[in-house]
DNA sequence: AAGAAGATCTCCGAATACAA
DNA sequence: TTGTATTCGGAGATCTTCTT
């Protein structure tokens, strides 16, 4: 019997990212022991698309690839997007994180493209964040500039909110002085005064930065994420902004020109 | 004369420094 | 710890100058 040469492939399955090779001479081969192999559970038909753009594979076309080519097996029907395989796979951060660094940086080099640099140097110095650092001596750098009784990150964060208060309900009284009507003057004097005593009860808000405080006292994650909440009329931020000033220097003064309200 | 480019002014929020 | 004054930098508005 002649044998003609078998076709040799790679594949994986859509949900895992294994691959493996197979040697085999017809596209129903190749369904048939891969299905067996990858999906075991599968028990409905299976199709084969190519990894690198979703293109289904048939029979007649499957001859003509070349050899080693990435294939992808999954239930008829479904589509491949190996553009979302690749976000996933890069957002895997605690996985690859290393890698990913020392490629950006590599990428970097020799990239001369601003909007591709500004890509890469944003992923590179995300990368880079130590937000899981609190204490001073664990990440000297985040605390440059902040005097040395502030021992934890979270500390000095807290009393930044408290500053920041103060400073708004300073601005709230200043105003006072611009009002020509007295009893509007006497009237706005009041409400600030009780917006004063209510800010001090309530120790200046300084919870909403405090990462250590309970989810219903912070504005950010336990983590330290903070997330735009969108204009003042709207509920949400349709740019999804979000930062982290726990996450290194620069994310600390940038995060002091945050309004939290898109401005 | 019109539009582009540059310079200047003003306002604001936050940092900083200092006082109480 | 809290309050206040000063400084700094960014951003927008406005005015001025330059170019065609």
Not at 124 to 136: C, D, G, I, V, W
Request: with cysteine; charged share 30%.
């Amino acid at each position: 019997m002649l044998t003609t040469k078998p076709k040799l492939v790679k594949i994986r399955s859509a949900n895992r990212p294994q691959t493996y090779g197979f040697a085999v001479h017809s596209l129903k081969e190749l369904v048939e022991i891969a299905s067996r192999k990858l999906e075991p559970q599968e028990s409905g038909n299976m199709q084969v698309c190519l990894y690198e753009d979703g293109t289904v594979v048939t029979e007649e076309y499957f001859h003509s690839l070349p050899d080693n080519t990435k294939l992808v097996l999954l239930p008829d029907g479904q589509s491949w997007n190996a553009f979302a395989e690749d976000i996933k796979r890069v957002l895997e951060l605690d996985r690859n994180a290393e890698l990913l660094i020392k490629t950006a940086q590599d990428l970097l080099m020799d990239e001369r493209s601003p909007r591709a640099r500004r890509i890469l140097g944003d992923m590179q110095s995300t990368l880079n964040e130590t937000p899981e650092l609190e204490l001073r001596e664990d990440d000297q750098e985040w605390f440059e500039g902040i005097p040395v009784r502030f021992k934890t990150k979270s500390a000095y964060m807290k009393h930044n909110c408290e500053t920041r208060i103060r400073g708004y309900l300073r601005e709230v009284g200043d105003y006072t002085q611009t009002l020509e009507n007295t009893r509007t003057k006497t009237e706005y004097k009041k409400v600030v005064e009780s917006l004063r005593e209510k800010l001090k009860a309530a120790r200046y808000n300084g919870s909403y930065f405090d990462r250590r405080e309970k989810d219903v006292n912070r504005l950010c994650t336990e983590r330290g994420w903070f997330f735009c909440q969108g204009a003042y009329d709207e509920n949400n931020c349709s740019f999804f902004h979000s930062i982290n000033p726990y996450g290194s220097r620069e994310s600390r003064i940038l995060f002091s020109t945050w309004n939290l309200d898109h401005l």
